[in-house]
């Protein structure tokens, strides 16, 4: 696993031995944000269910003026600063770590976001809520998008407020959803 462009391009992230995080894929990396293209710079990015911060890592050092990741689990938030400190982005970067999506709301007073980045553990039930989450605390700007990492068992729910589908990806059993804040 690396970052694939920009900034930090080339450089390996670490990631904790075990298979409760599973890190995105560089294939679906490159294709997603090639689906995000110019979006990205000078976006405020959110980070959900962030891991190794692979995805909004990829998102600052394609140009993204600052990112916000949450990730729970404390091992993995130790990881991921270690990933941050490595690619030299650590100044752009907030690292909450709590579990917030969808119980909690998000510590601070933040504007919305231009792109929301989430990668929930496939199958638990967190993709819906969490959608609606981010609706309810308005959380993505008008002409924002949210991207989805999700089982092709998991489905996006069709009736989101404020959250239109623009098109759905297909990787195996692995689906990246793109939404747009309405």
Not at 38 to 45: E, L
Not at 89 to 94: F, H
Not at 127 to 155: I, N, Q, Y
Request: charged share 30%.
């Amino acid at each position: 696993m690396r970052v694939i462009a920009g900034t930090a391009r080339g450089v390996p992230l670490k990631a904790p031995k075990g298979e409760r995080t599973r890190p995105t894929a560089d294939r679906v990396k490159e294709s997603l944000f090639g689906i995000i293209g110019a979006r990205v710079i000078d976006a405020d990015v959110l980070d959900l269910f962030a891991g190794t911060g692979a995805l909004g890592i990829e998102a600052l050092s394609r140009g993204a003026r600052r990112a916000v990741f949450v990730e729970s689990d404390r091992r993995v938030a130790e990881i991921l600063r270690q990933n941050l400190k490595k690619c030299r982005l650590e100044e752009a970067a907030t690292l909450v770590v709590k579990r917030l999506p969808p119980h909690s709301s998000l510590p601070g007073d933040w504007p919305p976001f231009d792109l929301v980045l989430m990668d929930p553990p496939y199958e638990e039930g967190l993709v819906a809520p969490t959608l609606e989450w981010l609706v309810r605390d308005r959380l993505v700007k008008a002409g924002g998008w949210v991207v989805v990492e999700h089982s092709a068992k998991e489905e996006i729910p069709s009736r989101l407020q404020n959250l239109s589908l623009i098109r759905t990806k297909a990787f195996g059993e692995t689906l990246v959803t793109f939404l747009e804040s309405g």
